[in-house]
């Protein structure tokens, strides 16, 4: 057995069977999701749009591609045709740019709204008032060709684990409230938890984790 499919056994195992594993593996070649691939994953995680682009050209078409990283407006057009979900959409401006290029190839596409609850001003989101405002029967209505499938968030980098799980129950609570005002049960996402916090994620209430050093190593940039 490879070491990448040793990985994901292990990491499977201590996941409950309703949350979702998704590889993540930008900054890593074809060749490695290919090996991932062969032990049986088919959902991977990547960041940039272009990288996610030229994959998807080579590897098998039955994989599930979602994008995790800050999507810039102009980028969206080379993801939205294939994308499985969009886990990262951090504004409204970044909503209308999809809905526009998913109506211009015929597509619904599933994304998450992104909710910044970590205590770094370097990532990305809604505030947790942004994402419960934003969120009604009524707004959601204006997408036609978006799905919201639910939230995305990360904890703060910290040894601190009590403001990781902090965090991780803020994000639960606000997915629960926004659940009960959407207008139909295909909001069932949350995603959260990476290599380092993910147990603590699942712990707290995560649907989907993020892994991606555990699986294939430290990623060189
Ligand atoms: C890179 C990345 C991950 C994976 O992080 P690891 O620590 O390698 O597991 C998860 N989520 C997001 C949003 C990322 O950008």
Redesign the pocket.
Known sequence: MSTIAQRLDNILATLPADVRL?A?S?FHPAETIREAYNAGQRCF?E?RAQELQAKYQQLPQDIEWHF??HLQTNKVKYIVPFVSLI??VDSVRLLDEIERQAERVGRVVDCLLEVHVAQEDTKYGFSLDDCREFCTAENVATYPHIRFRGI?G?ASNTDDDRQVKREFAQLKQLFDEVRGNMPDASFDTLSMG???D?LMAVEQGSTMV???????GE?VY
């Open positions: 998704v993540v930008k995680g960041s995790i990283g886990h990262s995305m990360m990476m290599s380092h993910y993020r892994i991606g050093t555990t699986i294939f990623r």
